[in-house]
């Protein structure tokens, strides 16, 4: 059964970095496409980046140059490495997983972590 969870989430000032992890189990993660999105309160799922063949395909224009998607292949786990973090940042970051799927639309993606919750105070 594939499950995804997501960690490392936090209340950060401005300019700060953190570094979120997608531990993924019943699919190896090089194999899969995997992304990572993020919602705002009252704001539609955005994408922020994903990862195929454990390499990065595509970035969200908002984060280019600020954060970088990442593989441990050991962990079977996908990395999210944030940095310069802005207030606009804030949101609830998602992990998603899909056999087939390299879209940035949120709905075209099977499988879906619970989320964590990243705060950026101004």
């Known amino acids: 059964q594939v499950h995804l969870g997501e960690s490392g989430g936090d209340l950060v000032q401005s300019g700060g970095s953190l570094r979120l992890s997608c531990a993924a189990s019943?699919?190896?993660?090089?194999?899969?496409?995997v992304a990572w999105f993020r919602q705002a309160p009252g704001k539609e799922r955005e994408f922020v980046t994903i990862?195929?063949?454990?390499?990065?395909?595509r970035i969200a224009d908002s984060v280019k140059g600020r954060f970088t998607i990442s593989t441990d292949y050991a962990l079977n786990t996908v990395n999210l490495q944030m940095n310069s973090l802005k207030a606009e940042d804030t949101a609830v970051y998602y992990c998603a997983a899909d056999q087939w799927s390299i879209d940035r639309n949120y709905r075209t993606y099977n499988y879906w972590g619970r989320g964590t919750q990243v705060t950026v105070s101004s």
């Open positions: 019943g699919f190896t993660v090089n194999t899969y496409t």
């Open positions: 990862s195929k063949f454990g390499m990065n395909s």
